[in-house]
């Protein structure tokens, strides 16, 4: 009678986990706590079919389980937040329609910034649970997430339940649930498909009910040897029944599980990765490196001059070439084009682009737990001869399935038979003939002999599987040898033969046993062992019974890569948590690091080559005797240098003149000239004369570092520091100096105006109907792009900072003591609900953040202050002021006058923001008169914000107002579509000068910042045309890159 209490506690158990399994509670898992914050991610969610079923869940999750807390709090967050109130709600029906209405309006955003939610959330104290609703990856790691989330937690009891829903991310998964361990939480993991179906309340009641099945069994062994038969039938069948019980009868299945397949015919040509990058691999599209280089690669010579007797070796690389380590370990000397690396790492890119689709496509579907399957239908012909026929008999491709149902699987064996029916429905229809033979201490095969691959047969194998039971230990040795010696009995008349392996854990026999087996019968045939290695969270039987054989995760891969190794098949590790390792993409990954290898080795050549050019560009004048300046004429006709006068220089003694250091030491650095012949007397004197200094107009591109965080300044005061003036990107002034001006000049002899003699040389460009040319190289030209491109996106956060939040309506509060009048005229009606939420928000976002001392005023036919006089920004404070601004109510005229008459009567005032939708009771003059009155002895600063007004001149009085005092004209008109174009700018590029383009804001703040962003881009245009004309004219087909930069070096340093 003893075991009745376990019968009663297992069958609670049961009760327990189908009640988990129904509802909301499928869904989200059991919410804890009375007063919760729940953060959903809108990231993962589409318009469409999936964001309505999204909704729908939530709405459940509402009406049957937050509706009977006491607080709730929500918030959405992609990149950014979206909280629907401030601070948590106490839970009445107003309050739970408006959080049904923000479900309503959910919409899809980029990005899952779950640090940003966390730090909003977990500043809120008064709640006691969190519940965290994910469905794609974070945009931060694990460590980052629990390491804050444990700080936040410090002494303070609030409980985390985090939940994946319906989510595909492998990677989501894992961070997940390591955080809820980590800060000792709860973890729910969701899937419509119910593919990767878990929980932590889940696992807990099945452990309970393992433990009490196996006091069951323990019981009934005990009253075997005590008590009669009657009694031991009794007890036997009570914990046999429920002993029996699979613990995967409780799991939820996929849906549809045990209908029929669904058959596709797969679209593409199943290849492994080694056959596919035959066709697709960088050696097969010809984008070696060396590939790439052997053209203009050469070995150095040396070889034996007669005349000289002696052997002599080659140097011309050390003028136009630069010396490379070749594959072999040789040294060459390759010329450099650099138009055709870059060429070259743009295919590289491609390439790499391409590898991504392939490990993409690789690790979806099935054949993310199977691989490609890659054995397919194969047609054979008949040929036909005027004295013959002869008939080719068919070679068949063949595939064997072998399933692992030990009894460690009950767990699993959903998973296992969900992996073969996405086997069956994708890969298995273009098959020639398959079987499936299942194993654990028996081998149970679903025929006896293999058969076609027909749907038929592909829906009865289905229908079979699903009757499969988890017993026995892994007789993989007898499975294999079932496979070997009667399904491929006839191995050598088969084109291709694939066995695939699915298992959890290590085999009954010994590894070199296995391997030595498969390697014998795979020799001289074409078969091969492919292994599926599935890896669980445990290996506990939940029978009682020890494995036969033992080994940790690690160790039972590099068995079956052994066994594997030996029968020339393929090795696939995954788990839950996704692909551990692949050797289909592994190879695929070796070819990615190849790519970035050639890259990097490009960059390098690059990279020598730009300091070439600068070490030779730092001094542009080349010593008297560097044999390196004579042209090949003069080679070949060596002349006698004639002497130099007695007032002139070199032009290397003039650049070591007029250096620096040089003045401080003349008396020291003057040399005395010395006559050519001994009989000459020496002139009196200093042997050289004053020259006008040599000026060099090139100018380097200055490194930008631009703050992260916003300032809380406005756009005049923040381009004063961060314009592209300031900082020095200002493309006329940084290309262009007074000596790279076209000029001709008239020649007598000619009587027509010709150019400089190396005026062809030099890319020119019109600025502002000024011919000039480019002194700078493409590279510079490059850099000055990156920076300017680095700015421009900086300029295009801080529109769209301006944009977000309170700052939309109000703008920017700048100021420490301000008051903030609100227009509450008959005309702010249908607009005044919104006014006051934005309103609401600004006291909250600025106010209390900011810590500012306010006061509120509503005016319309009258005025009427919240407070006397400014009040400390403090949760009380704020909290009175909010409950006051929602007793608003339009009515009457527009008294702006009165209003601001009482404002600046508030002592210690420093700024006014005054939101109005359109013109005053009084006259323009009358109160710009009256207000500069009020202003004589004070400097208080009047912000206006137009508010949806169309009148023009009340716009423009706005504008003057502000512009009088001192202060800033703000209007929202146009911030969707700003918001819109930033986004664009950010996500597809700002190569487009024309398009995105943000709207003329007419708010002071925006359009500085928007006309700053319309030149950057205007510059950033031009810098590319510019570097573009640059490549072409300075290095145009079959010139020597080297030897010719060079050259063009020296040119300019005589030119300019």
């Excluded at 020339?568 to 290898?597: P, Q, Y």
């Amino acid at each position: 009678m003893c075991a009745m209490p376990f019968v009663r506690v297992i069958e609670l158990y049961q009760q327990r986990i189908q009640w988990l399994l129904q509802d909301s509670r499928k869904m989200f898992g059991l919410i804890k706590g009375t007063k919760v914050g729940l953060l959903v991610d809108v990231s993962h969610i589409s318009y469409g079919p999936r964001l309505l079923e999204f909704q729908k869940d939530l709405f459940c999750l509402i009406d049957e389980q937050l509706c009977y807390k006491k607080q709730l709090y929500c918030l959405s967050f992609s990149a950014e937040m979206s909280p629907l109130w401030e601070s948590p709600k106490n839970i009445n029906v107003h309050v739970l329609h408006e959080a049904r209405q923000w479900i309503q309006q959910l919409e899809p955003g980029r990005g899952c910034n779950l640090l940003k939610g966390l730090k909003h959330v977990l500043m809120m104290k008064e709640l006691n649970s969190l519940v965290l609703i994910v469905g794609s990856c974070p945009d931060q790691s694990l460590e980052i997430l629990s390491d804050y989330a444990q700080q936040c937690m410090l002494g303070r009891k609030l409980h985390i339940h985090a939940v994946t829903y319906d989510c595909s991310s492998p990677a989501s998964l894992a961070v997940l649930k390591n955080l809820a361990e980590a800060v000792r939480g709860r973890y729910h993991c969701y899937s419509s498909k119910g593919e990767n179906f878990d929980s932590s309340d889940f696992q807990l009641l099945l452990q309970e009910s393992q433990k009490a099945k196996d006091l069951l069994r323990s019981i009934k062994q005990t009253f075997q040897r005590r008590i009669g038969d009657s009694l031991i039938g009794r007890i036997a069948d009570v914990s046999t029944g429920f002993a029996s019980t699979a613990p995967s009868d409780f799991f939820p299945k996929p849906p549809k599980h045990e209908g029929p397949l669904v058959i596709q015919t797969p679209c593409a040509l199943a290849k492994t990765s080694k056959e596919w990058l035959k066709t697709y691999g960088l050696k097969a599209k010809k984008l070696n490196l060396y590939q790439v280089l052997a053209p203009s690669a050469f070995s150095p010579v040396e070889k034996f001059v007669p005349i000289l007797k002696k052997t002599v070796s080659s140097t011309l690389h050390e003028k136009a070439m630069m010396q490379f380590e070749w594959y072999d370990g040789t040294v060459k000397n390759i010329h450099v084009d650099l138009p055709v690396l870059y060429n070259y790492q743009k295919l590289l890119v491609k390439m790499v682009r391409i590898y991504e689709k392939r490990i993409d496509w690789l690790s979806v579907a099935s054949r993310r737990i199977w691989g490609s399957v890659c054995e397919r239908r194969y047609r054979t012909s008949v040929v036909l001869s005027s004295c013959m026929v002869l008939v080719c008999q068919p070679l068949l491709f063949v595939v064997v399935i072998l399933l692992d149902i030990s009894v460690t699987n009950s767990m699993y064996i959903i998973h296992i038979q969900h992996s073969l029916r996405l086997l069956l429905e994708e890969q298995m229809s273009n098959k020639d003939c398959f079987n499936i033979i299942a194993f654990g201490s028996d081998i149970v095969p679903w025929q006896l002999e293999l058969v076609p691959s027909q749907p038929e047969n592909l829906q009865k194998a289905w229908r079979w599987v699903l009757s499969l039971q988890c017993k026995g230990s892994r007789n993989l040795m007898s499975a294999l040898r079932r496979a070997v010696e009667i399904d491929f009995k006839d191995k050598d008349k088969h084109k291709s033969q694939g066995l695939y392996l699915l298992t959890t854990g290590i085999p009954d026999h010994e590894t070199h046993t296995i391997s030595a087996y498969v390697a014998e019968v795979c020799r001289g045939f074409d078969l091969q062992l492919h292994v599926c290695l599935f890896s669980v969270m445990e290996e506990v039987d939940s029978n009682g019974i020890i494995p036969a054989h033992y080994a940790n995760p690690t160790e039972t891969a590099s068995a079956f890569k052994e066994i594997v190794q030996g029968a020339n098949g393929r090795f696939h590790w995954f788990g839950e948590a996704g692909i551990f390792e692949s050797d289909d993409i592994t190879i695929i990954v070796s070819e990615m690091e190849k790519a970035n290898k050639y890259s990097q080795k490009c960059a390098f050549l690059v990279e020598s080559l730009k300091q070439r050019s600068v070490n030779q560009s730092v001094n542009p004048f080349i010593p008297e005797g560097d044999s390196n300046v004579l042209t090949k004429e003069e080679k070949r006709r060596p002349q006698k240098l004639p002497s130099p006068k007695p007032t002139a220089l070199s032009l290397a003694r003039m650049y070591i003149k007029d250096n620096h250091g040089a003045e401080r030491n003349a008396s020291r650095r003057v040399q005395a000239w010395r006559p050519t012949n001994a009989k000459a007397e020496i002139p009196p004197g200093p042997v050289y004369q004053k020259y006008p200094k040599v000026t060099c107009v090139g100018k380097s591109v200055p490194s930008v570092t631009l703050p992260n965080k916003e300032e809380i300044c406005s756009s005049k005061e923040w381009l004063t520091k961060y314009s592209i003036k300031k900082l020095k990107l200002d493309l006329p002034r940084l290309l262009f100096g007074p000596g790279c001006t076209h000029q001709q000049k008239t020649v007598a002899s000619l009587h027509k105006k010709v150019s400089a003699k190396y005026c062809t040389v030099f890319p020119s460009v019109e600025i502002n109907g000024v011919v000039k040319h480019l002194q700078f190289q493409p590279k510079e030209l490059e850099i000055y792009t990156e920076q300017l491109e680095k700015v421009l996106r900086r300029y295009v956060e801080r529109i769209q900072w301006l944009l977000s939040g309170s700052r939309r309506l109000f703008g920017t509060i700048l100021e420490a003591n301000v008051c903030i009048l609100v227009d509450t005229s008959g005309s702010m009606d249908p607009y005044l609900p919104h006014v006051t939420k934005e309103l609401t928000s600004l006291i909250w976002e600025q106010l209390r953040k900011n810590k500012v001392r306010f006061n509120l005023l509503r005016f319309a036919e009258n005025t009427e202050s919240w407070k006397e006089c400014l009040v400390e920004a403090t949760d009380e404070t704020c909290h009175d002021a909010v409950q006051w601004v929602s007793t608003f109510h339009a009515h009457g005229n527009t008294c702006t006058l009165m209003a601001l008459q009482k404002a600046l009567s508030f002592q210690g005032i420093e700024a006014l923001y005054v939101l109005t939708d359109g013109r005053p009771d009084t006259s323009y003059s009358l109160i710009l008169t009256e207000v500069e009155r009020l202003r004589k002895n004070q400097d208080i600063k009047i912000h206006t914000i137009s508010f949806n007004c169309a009148d023009r001149g009340a716009n423009e009085f706005l504008k003057k107002l502000a512009s009088q005092t001192g202060g800033r004209y703000h209007c929202s008109f146009g911030d969707v579509d700003g918001q819109l174009a930033a986004h664009r700018m950010l996500t597809e590029g700002l190569d487009d000068e024309d398009d995105p383009v943000f709207p003329y804001f007419e708010g002071d703040d925006l359009k500085k910042l928007t006309q700053e962003v319309a030149k950057a881009r205007g510059f950033l245009k031009q810098a590319k045309s510019l570097r573009n004309k640059d490549l072409h004219l300075l290095f145009p087909s079959g010139m020597h890159l080297q030897h010719d930069m060079g050259k063009l070096f020296c040119l300019c340093s005589l030119l300019f």
